[in-house]
């Protein structure tokens, strides 16, 4: 038997063996953590996107639902709120309104995009509402261009394409709506978001109140329907432009997501659908 042919590994060749075999590994690790370190950025990135992106859809659909002049935003500490009226349809009046008006309509489609039941309950009507704050032209007062929480009948007349609004309350407004306008609104409606928490929530079916201070925390808004739209934010910003009278408001929303030293901004902004 050849004894060179049998010898074995020396100790120095196994040495050098071995630290070349870990150079390789440390070189392959590294070529394949960058792309693996790529990958859980981009998934950190979109689980984010989804964070602050998820209660755009919601939001933008109720901005562009709300009534003329009526959107309006605080910030009270961590809680960020926006707030506006929620109209369900409109339709333009012939007369005054006042008890019982008429509108242009029949019974089954006098406010437009509205379910026509025959009767609303518990609605509100309003005309002319130009936002200042604490005027009879302020509807959050329900003084001069907004009805309290009424029921409204729809009633038909001899005029075809006329239907006449029976109130259970005689209206009171204090002026007319340029286009002869009158909106049905359903009640208002508040994006609260809570920097604390990371979350963003829907309220609505509450009352209305004519200070928004009284409506800027999660504890005033007992008995409200609550719907969770948003969580992981970290920050939230809402601005709207101040009422205009035949303008319609802009309202922008910014928020922001935040994970592992890395964060996401969204910037929306929309404008209300209806004019006075």
């Not at 928004?212 to 920050?235: K, M, N």
């Not at 309202?251 to 404008?271: G, I, K, P, Y």
């Amino acid at each position: 038997m050849n004894r060179r042919a049998a010898r074995g590994f020396t100790l120095v060749e196994l040495v050098v063996a071995i630290a070349i075999s870990s150079i390789v590994i440390v070189f392959a690790t590294m070529f394949m953590s960058a792309p693996v370190d790529a990958y859980d950025a981009q998934n950190r990135r979109n689980v984010m996107m989804a964070d602050a992106s998820a209660a755009w859809p919601r939001m933008h659909m109720d901005l562009l639902n709300s009534l003329p002049n009526s959107l309006r935003a605080r910030r009270n500490g961590n809680f960020v709120v926006m707030e506006m009226l929620s109209v369900s349809g409109y339709a333009r009046y012939m007369a005054a309104p006042t008890d019982n008006f008429r509108v242009a309509g029949t019974t089954l489609g006098v406010f437009g995009n509205a379910l026509p039941p025959g009767t609303f309950t518990n609605v509100h009507l309003s005309v002319n509402n130009l936002g200042i704050a604490g005027a009879p032209s302020d509807a959050y007062t329900m003084t001069g261009s907004m009805t309290p929480a009424i029921d409204v009948n729809l009633l038909a007349t001899a005029t075809p394409g006329e239907a006449t609004l029976d109130l259970s309350v005689p209206a009171a407004f204090t002026s007319n709506s340029p286009r002869q306008k009158i909106y049905l609104v359903n009640g208002p409606v508040t994006y609260l978001c809570d920097e604390g928490q990371g979350t963003l929530r829907r309220y609505s079916g509450y009352a209305v109140s004519a200070s928004q201070v009284l409506r800027d925390s999660p504890g005033e808004f007992g008995g409200a329907a609550s719907v969770l739209v948003a969580r992981g934010l970290t920050s939230c910003n809402f601005a709207v432009s101040p009422p205009g009278g035949n303008t319609a408001q802009t309202a922008s929303v910014r928020l922001t997501a935040s994970r592992n030293n890395e964060s996401v901004t969204l910037l929306h902004s929309a404008r209300a659908e209806y004019i006075p």
